[in-house]
């Protein structure tokens, strides 16, 4: 069964809407948990990684403002898509490493986001 | 990220056939590395992970990896109409995930 869990799977809204997505770990607990962002026909790319109580650690190229990450809770991470663009329309995937970070990753089912 | 060079696709391969996939990278200091497939539209499952060289295998899953050639590759034996998907490449040496393109792997009936 899914060890991680992903909400929502799917949002369409307006330009300048804000969106916020939530990954919570299923049956343990997650100090560390990770965004990606895919775009059609292409690969995973790492956007930030989430540190609970911590500032999470973002990629080079990630607007820390438009792309707010907060890990309040040791299973749950939070990323908000501030003031959505056409443009940031993706497939947002959220993974958690089981039992340590050297652990393998496991992954949401993702959201798709639509911006109209 | 580090770079992580998939063999080019889309490989077709009968029913019942083997499925052979690369994937090369540039980082030599990774040390895990993992293989996860990708349905259209869903995110990755991973099928694989393996730690040292030589060969893991998992039903009809192999994996081997050879670090001196900073190489990994996937077979997939018995080859079914559900195995179609996306292949993904996967290296890691301080906990994040750099992936490859991906392979995408028809099995024709």
């Known amino acids: 069964g899914a060890v991680v869990s992903q909400h929502p799977s799917w949002v369409i809204c307006k330009s300048g809407t804000s969106v916020k997505i939530e990954c919570r770990s299923l049956?343990?607990?997650?100090?560390?948990m990770f965004w990606y962002r895919q775009f059609p026909k292409q690969s995973l790319m790492l956007m930030a990684t989430s540190n609970e109580g911590s500032k999470a650690t973002y990629e080079q190229g990630v607007e820390k403002d438009k792309f707010l990450i907060n890990h309040a809770s040791l299973t749950l991470s939070t990323l908000t898509v501030t003031s959505a663009h056409p443009e940031d329309s993706s497939f947002y995937i959220c993974?958690?490493?089981?039992?340590?970070?050297?652990?393998?990753?496991?992954f949401g089912d993702g959201t798709r986001l639509s911006i109209l | 990220q580090k770079e992580v060079e998939q063999n080019s696709g889309p490989l077709s391969v009968p029913e019942g056939a083997i499925a052979s996939l690369n994937c090369t990278y540039s980082d030599r200091v990774s040390q895990s590395f993992f293989w996860y497939r990708q349905y259209s539209g869903k995110s990755p499952e991973l099928i694989m992970s393996?730690?040292?060289?030589g060969d893991k295998e998992d039903g009809r899953f192999t994996a081997q990896l050879n670090k001196a050639s900073q190489y990994v590759s996937l077979l997939i034996r018995d080859s079914q109409p559900s195995d179609s998907a996306t292949y993904l490449c996967a290296v890691s040496d301080d906990y994040k995930l750099s992936f490859g393109a991906g392979t995408t792997v028809t099995v024709r009936a």
């Open positions: 993974s958690a490493p089981r039992g340590g970070v050297e652990q393998p990753q496991h």
């Open positions: 393996i730690y040292s060289n």
């Open positions: 049956d343990f607990q997650a100090t560390t």
